[in-house]
């Protein structure tokens, strides 16, 4: 606020101000006086004194300094206030425990001093305890039902992928069974073909001998003869 007082005062009111003296009544009248109205809004006076030599260079670099003072005014002013009620805000915030207390107190010393008043009183807290119970045991019981529930369904979930795994697997083994039937089959007319040949004695040539092997019903094959 000085600062612009100075500088303004400097740049626009030099020698306009009659009579020239520097004493503290003077400076304090024409510098600080002045320039602290216009903390309060106040600056008709500051513009009409400006606006009496607008075409001078010193009027319009003061209306500059003017508007840069007035911005950082109302930033300094905005900011003490958030502090304000920052402080206001965190001193009841940390008294609210003990106004509460104090008056809870007080409601207790009302409602035993008169028999009516404690009557109802206990009517209702009766009431409100029986509701507020209730509603617990609701939603308990509504919880209870939403957890059953999520687990059966997780049951049926798992019961369901395990009876298809196990369809999988059943598939799989009567695939296998019926190609191990049709390789037993083959391998049954391909004896049967072979014992025709030697009964018709088509060939001079012993029959080959087969290897031994096992088939799907535990029979075992050598040199050609199955036997269990």
Request: proline share 1%.
């Amino acid at each position: 606020m000085i600062a612009y007082g100075v500088a303004s005062r400097t740049m626009n009111s030099y020698a306009t101000i009659d009579p020239l003296t520097f004493d503290g009544r003077s400076v304090f009248r024409n510098i600080t006086c002045q320039t602290y109205y216009l903390l309060d809004g106040n600056i008709d006076s500051e513009l009409q004194k400006l606006d009496a030599n607008s075409g001078n260079n010193t009027t319009i670099a003061t209306h500059i300094l003017l508007a840069f003072h007035m911005l950082f005014v109302n930033i300094l002013l905005i900011n003490l206030i958030i502090v304000m009620f920052r402080f206001t805000f965190e001193s009841v915030q940390t008294q609210t425990d003990l106004v509460w207390r104090y008056e809870r107190y007080s409601l207790i010393q009302i409602i035993g001093a008169n028999r009516e008043v404690d009557k109802d009183w206990s009517a209702f807290e009766s009431y409100a305890t029986n509701h507020y119970a209730r509603s617990l045991v609701t939603n308990q019981s509504l919880s209870t039902s939403a957890l059953e529930s999520s687990k059966l369904r997780q049951e049926i979930q798992s019961h369901l992928e395990t009876t298809n795994q196990s369809s999988i697997s059943h598939s799989d083994i009567n695939t296998i069974t019926e190609e191990m039937t049709s390789v037993r089959k083959a391998v049954l007319d391909l004896h049967e073909q072979v014992h025709a040949m030697e009964r018709v004695k088509m060939t001079k040539e012993s029959k080959p001998r087969l290897k031994s092997t096992i088939t799907t019903d535990d029979t075992h094959v050598i040199d050609g003869q199955p036997f269990l």
